[in-house]
């Protein structure tokens, strides 16, 4: 049976997996990504660490204005033209800006200046949008979090945080000074500093009342604030006309079936969580008397999922795992970070035309959930994902333009990815472009698991059938169905690479092949200069069943010259007596001249080695190696790229090699005949097409029977990376002969 929501809801109910909505409500599309690095100022170092955090906009909609805490700035994006996002400055704070606010013609910032977290200090500034000038500051008396305006501008409301130290006690709290609620009544566009006032929200919370941890706050029609005590799992609605506490209320806790429990590398859905604390940290009102959380947990909580209340406290659904479920179909299930899983973390509501929506943001999951609110108790209505950057933290509608905004706090340039940024989603009628594959439910009811895909093979009958592998980033090697001819395409299952019965260990799975009796060549990639198991380069024979039937090592020989940069790809030419496996090596080996790789040719009716060379472009940045081999067209087609990311990346391509008079030498040659090769197709417009940043590792291409190629981004298993996967069908393939 299906797994049910703990609202009884079933999980393709809230998922809303149904083809009339689908075809009937506008969808959000990515239309444009905007990278923080660029808009530091001269003088700034760019190799340093940005963060695009907490995210805003002017009231006409048409600038943006996002938190970057280790700049210790504000910056602003020009968004005349969403599509064509501009730098437009950054102002200067001389602290750590947690959230911030426009009113009218003035951004207010909350800053954090504690010299440690033992002593918080912080204030409020006032920033001019038009001369980009801090005008004013206001004394807050300890670390503010979140701001929140309200909707008629009278009000703003700060979450003084005084965050604990996680260092001490394992994070545990009460870690005083405690925090509070401030908040400002608003004239005219302007706070005084003598208005401030305070609420106090200690003494109330089960868990540690004298230090409440505030955490985020929202403000609704009616001028109520609620706000967040994420790790005392407590929510505090008060009225900021009075200034009184209205309600406060335990968040609770909630069971979980069918999560990821182990880190053990793999997603096994098998597990379960009891009476986990939801720790809520994003809270919005949905209405004025309604509200969503975003339950990310940060101490004992963490329930993976969202909650809907109403302001007395009952709950009113209860979002259980299905997005967790979502982000596993769609191959962004964060393995290595699972012991909160996705972790939910920010939320957001508006209504666009008719629909009120609702989005959450999964920071570890990178991925935006957007549904369609129904009203009092009811279920939400899925609507689709969406993805951006690593961590989207800050998320911002914009109805009068029909635009989403999210902000990915991020930075991973110093390790070679991608750099924090704004994301920009426009809703149209067009169809969601994301996801481009996804997975069906396996026999248990539960979504496939998927992630790292690193090879492709067509499926020698049957058009748009095509078969891929996952690499080192799970225990698992995993031979995986693909069905290329849905849309977006479909994983439909999953066959186990087995080693005497039990699942096969030490797989580095990068190429897969189809053999002309039904089973698979499968290269698995060795990293000999490992300290610890080093592993070999290995040709595999596997069953259809995944089960392997022979082992193939490299002659000694050959064996002693690889680096940890090994196979990247297998096919097939030729049959019986003349059947030729090929495999590329990703990068020179120790004996290959610099620039030359070794495309390997085994022969298994002679058990015999040979190779040629393979001449690399230069990069002019970073290093350019293979990822991929496919026969096609008498020949092969191979991918050629860079290990560069976003603006960086400038070497993407498919190239062709023309078999015609070649003949591999032996392993004892040292001469051996270098191929010709010929550009096939640019990938870099082709990753680049989805409006976000060109992807670094394109790994995987095939051609099925009907001659149509195929590509597919490998996204790292979401380790270091926004786990967004790109399978794009590229069409015809035309070559030179």
Same mark, same amino acid.
């Given at each position: 049976?299906?797994?049910?929501?703990?609202?009884?809801?079933?999980?393709?109910?809230?998922?809303?997996?149904?083809?009339?909505?689908?075809?009937?409500?506008?969808?959000?599309?990515?239309?444009?990504?905007?990278?923080?690095?660029?808009?530091?100022?001269?003088?700034?170092?760019?190799?340093?660490?940005?963060?695009?955090?907490?995210?805003?906009?002017?009231?006409?909609?048409?600038?943006?204005?996002?938190?970057?805490?280790?700049?210790?700035?504000?910056?602003?994006?020009?968004?005349?033209?969403?599509?064509?996002?501009?730098?437009?400055?950054?102002?200067?704070?001389?602290?750590?800006?947690?959230?911030?606010?426009?009113?009218?013609?003035?951004?207010?910032?909350?800053?954090?200046?504690?010299?440690?977290?033992?002593?918080?200090?912080?204030?409020?500034?006032?920033?001019?949008?038009?001369?980009?000038?801090?005008?004013?500051?206001?004394?807050? #008396?300890?670390?503010?979090?979140?701001?929140?305006?309200?909707?008629?501008?009278?009000?703003?409301?700060?979450?003084?945080?005084?965050?604990?130290?996680?260092?001490?006690?394992?994070?545990?709290?009460?870690?005083?000074?405690?925090?509070?609620?401030?908040?400002?009544?608003?004239?005219?566009?302007?706070?005084?500093?003598?208005?401030?006032?305070?609420?106090?929200?200690?003494?109330?919370?089960?868990?540690?009342?004298?230090?409440?941890?505030?955490?985020?706050?929202?403000?609704?029609?009616?001028?109520?604030?609620?706000?967040?005590?994420?790790?005392?799992?407590?929510?505090?609605?008060?009225?900021?006309?009075? #200034?009184?506490?209205?309600?406060?209320?335990?968040?609770?806790?909630?069971?979980?079936?069918?999560?990821?429990?182990?880190?053990?590398?793999?997603?096994?859905?098998?597990?379960?969580?009891?009476?986990?604390?939801?720790?809520?940290?994003?809270?919005?009102?949905?209405?004025?008397?309604?509200?969503?959380?975003?339950?990310?947990?940060?101490?004992?909580?963490?329930?993976?999922?969202?909650?809907?209340?109403?302001?007395?406290?009952?709950?009113?659904? =209860?979002?259980?795992?299905?997005?967790?479920?979502?982000?596993?179909?769609?191959?962004?299930?964060?393995?290595?970070?699972?012991?909160?899983?996705?972790?939910?973390?920010?939320?957001?509501?508006?209504?666009?035309?008719?629909?009120?929506?609702?989005?959450?943001?999964?920071?570890?999951?990178?991925?935006?959930?957007?549904?369609?609110?129904?009203?009092?108790?009811?279920?939400?209505?899925?609507?689709?994902?969406?993805?951006?950057?690593?961590?989207?933290?800050?998320?911002?509608?914009?109805?009068?333009?029909?635009?989403?905004?999210?902000?990915?706090?991020?930075?991973?340039?110093?390790?070679?990815?991608?750099?924090?940024?704004?994301?920009?989603?426009?809703?149209?009628?067009?169809?969601?472009?994301?996801?481009?594959?996804?997975?069906?439910?396996?026999?248990? #009811?539960?979504?496939?698991?998927?992630?790292?895909?690193? #090879?492709?093979?067509?499926?020698?009958?049957?058009?748009?059938?095509?078969?891929?592998?996952?690499?080192?980033?799970?225990?698992?090697?995993?031979?995986?169905?693909?069905?290329?001819?849905?849309?977006?395409?479909?994983?439909?299952?999953?066959?186990?690479?087995?080693?005497?019965?039990?699942?096969?260990?030490?797989?580095?799975?990068?190429?897969?092949?189809?053999?002309?009796?039904?089973?698979?060549?499968?290269?698995?990639?060795?990293?000999?200069?490992?300290?610890?198991?080093?592993?070999?380069?290995?040709?595999?024979?596997?069953?259809?069943?995944?089960?392997?039937?022979?082992?193939?090592?490299?002659?000694?020989?050959?064996?002693?010259?690889?680096?940890?940069?090994?196979?990247?790809?297998?096919?097939?030419?030729?049959?019986?007596?003349? =059947?030729?496996?090929?495999?590329?090596?990703?990068?020179?080996?120790?004996?290959?001249?610099?620039?030359?790789?070794?495309?390997?040719?085994?022969?298994?009716?002679?058990?015999?080695?040979?190779?040629?060379?393979?001449?690399?472009?230069?990069?002019?940045?970073?290093?350019?190696?293979?990822?991929?081999?496919?026969?096609?067209?008498?020949?092969?087609?191979?991918?050629?790229?860079?290990?560069?990311?976003?603006?960086?990346?400038?070497?993407?391509?498919?190239?062709?090699?023309?078999?015609?008079?070649?003949?591999?030498?032996?392993?004892?040659?040292?001469?051996?005949?270098?191929?010709?090769?010929?550009?096939?197709?640019?990938?870099?417009?082709?990753?680049?097409?989805?409006?976000?940043?060109?992807?670094?590792?394109?790994?995987?291409?095939?051609?099925?029977?009907?001659?149509?190629?195929?590509?597919?981004?490998?996204?790292?298993?979401?380790?270091?990376?926004?786990?967004?996967?790109?399978?794009?069908?590229?069409?015809?393939? =035309?070559?030179?002969?």
């Amino acid at each position: 049976m299906r797994p049910t929501l703990l609202s009884g809801v079933s999980l393709a109910v809230l998922l809303g997996i149904s083809a009339a909505h689908a075809q009937t409500t506008p969808a959000f599309n990515r239309i444009a990504t905007f990278n923080v690095v660029d808009n530091l100022p001269a003088d700034a170092d760019p190799k340093k660490g940005t963060v695009a955090e907490i995210i805003t906009s002017s009231e006409d909609g048409k600038t943006l204005v996002y938190t970057d805490s280790p700049g210790n700035r504000i910056g602003f994006v020009d968004i005349n033209d969403p599509a064509a996002p501009k730098a437009a400055g950054v102002v200067a704070l001389g602290g750590e800006p947690t959230s911030t606010v426009i009113i009218k013609d003035k951004a207010f910032v909350g800053v954090v200046t504690s010299e440690s977290k033992a002593k918080p200090s912080g204030h409020l500034a006032v920033v001019d949008l038009a001369t980009k000038k801090v005008v004013a500051t206001c004394d807050l #008396g300890g670390q503010p979090d979140s701001l929140a305006r309200s909707d008629d501008g009278s009000f703003l409301a700060i979450a003084i945080e005084n965050e604990r130290d996680e260092e001490i006690n394992e994070g545990a709290i009460p870690q005083l000074p405690g925090g509070n609620l401030t908040y400002f009544p608003v004239k005219d566009g302007a706070v005084a500093c003598a208005d401030k006032k305070i609420i106090d929200v200690s003494g109330i919370a089960a868990v540690a009342p004298e230090d409440p941890e505030p955490e985020y706050v929202s403000i609704n029609g009616l001028n109520q604030v609620v706000l967040t005590l994420q790790e005392n799992n407590h929510i505090v609605v008060a009225d900021l006309a009075t #200034g009184k506490i209205v309600a406060n209320f335990s968040a609770g806790s909630t069971a979980l079936d069918h999560v990821d429990t182990k880190k053990d590398g793999i997603i096994d859905l098998s597990g379960s969580q009891k009476e986990t604390p939801r720790e809520p940290d994003a809270v919005h009102w949905i209405d004025n008397d309604r509200f969503v959380t975003a339950n990310e947990g940060d101490w004992k909580g963490g329930t993976r999922g969202f909650t809907i209340y109403d302001k007395t406290g009952k709950v009113l659904f =209860e979002s259980g795992s299905a997005p967790e479920h979502m982000a596993v179909r769609l191959g962004h299930y964060p393995d290595k970070r699972n012991k909160k899983g996705i972790e939910m973390e920010g939320a957001e509501a508006a209504t666009f035309g008719g629909d009120k929506l609702l989005f959450l943001g999964s920071e570890r999951g990178s991925l935006v959930f957007v549904y369609r609110d129904k009203g009092g108790a009811n279920a939400p209505e899925f609507l689709q994902a969406l993805p951006g950057g690593i961590g989207p933290e800050g998320l911002l509608a914009i109805p009068a333009r029909d635009l989403l905004v999210t902000a990915s706090e991020t930075d991973l340039r110093e390790d070679g990815g991608i750099g924090s940024v704004v994301t920009i989603y426009k809703r149209g009628n067009e169809k969601p472009a994301y996801p481009t594959i996804s997975s069906v439910d396996g026999p248990d #009811g539960l979504p496939i698991w998927w992630s790292a895909l690193s #090879g492709f093979a067509a499926d020698a009958k049957t058009p748009g059938k095509l078969y891929t592998v996952n690499d080192s980033a799970y225990a698992q090697g995993r031979i995986l169905t693909v069905d290329a001819t849905s849309l977006p395409a479909k994983i439909t299952a999953a066959t186990i690479v087995t080693r005497d019965g039990q699942p096969a260990k030490g797989l580095d799975l990068e190429g897969i092949a189809v053999r002309a009796d039904g089973g698979f060549w499968l290269a698995s990639e060795g990293n000999p200069e490992k300290k610890e198991n080093p592993t070999q380069n290995l040709l595999l024979k596997v069953s259809a069943t995944g089960a392997i039937e022979e082992e193939i090592t490299l002659p000694a020989e050959l064996a002693a010259q690889a680096t940890r940069y090994g196979f990247e790809g297998v096919t097939v030419t030729g049959s019986g007596a003349d =059947e030729t496996v090929w495999l590329a090596v990703q990068r020179e080996w120790k004996d290959d001249p610099k620039g030359q790789v070794k495309l390997l040719a085994y022969k298994p009716a002679t058990k015999s080695w040979g190779y040629v060379r393979y001449p690399l472009d230069s990069a002019g940045k970073g290093w350019v190696g293979l990822s991929e081999i496919s026969a096609s067209n008498g020949g092969l087609i191979l991918i050629e790229r860079d290990n560069q990311v976003g603006s960086n990346a400038k070497l993407k391509k498919l190239t062709y090699v023309s078999l015609k008079g070649v003949t591999p030498v032996g392993l004892d040659k040292k001469d051996a005949p270098v191929v010709t090769k010929t550009t096939v197709r640019d990938l870099i417009p082709v990753l680049a097409a989805p409006h976000g940043y060109v992807i670094e590792k394109v790994e995987s291409f095939t051609v099925d029977v009907n001659g149509d190629g195929y590509i597919v981004t490998d996204n790292d298993g979401v380790d270091g990376s926004s786990g967004a996967t790109q399978f794009i069908k590229i069409g015809k393939i =035309e070559v030179k002969m």
